[in-house]
């Protein structure tokens, strides 16, 4: 079955960098689009990054371009996202996700949290 892992999360100062990793199974990763989500305590789940199948068209909601990078790799089956000069705000648990066959699919999430 289609299985989505993420890790990375922690808690980091203002202004520090973090790399979000999301390892799938159970579907042939290299012909769909990944998405990364979050989430903040008492908010509704957020949109953060998408990226095609082939890894050369990707998305971002404004509030993190030109700060987070969402990559590939499908010899690893793994979406990553880089966080670099992170803010307070960015503070919530990330999620990796695939549309698979019309049905979405969520990994467990992994917590960044930025504080100084």
């Known amino acids: 079955q289609v299985q989505l892992v993420e890790s990375g999360g922690g808690l980091v100062q203002p202004g520090g960098s973090l790399r979000l990793s999301c390892v799938a199974s159970g579907f042939a990763f290299h012909i769909y689009a990944m998405n990364w989500y979050r989430q903040a305590p008492g908010q509704e789940r957020e949109w953060v990054a998408d990226?095609?199948?082939?890894?050369?068209?990707?998305k971002y909601v404004d509030s993190v371009k030109g700060r987070f990078t969402i990559s590939r790799d499908n010899y690893k089956n793994t979406v990553y996202l880089q966080m670099n000069s992170l803010k307070p705000e960015d503070t919530a648990v990330y999620f990796c996700?695939?549309?698979?066959?019309?049905?979405?699919?969520w990994g467990q999430g992994t917590q960044v949290t930025v504080s100084s």
């Open positions: 990226i095609n199948a082939a890894g050369g068209i990707k």
């Open positions: 996700k695939v549309r698979y066959y019309a049905s979405d699919y």
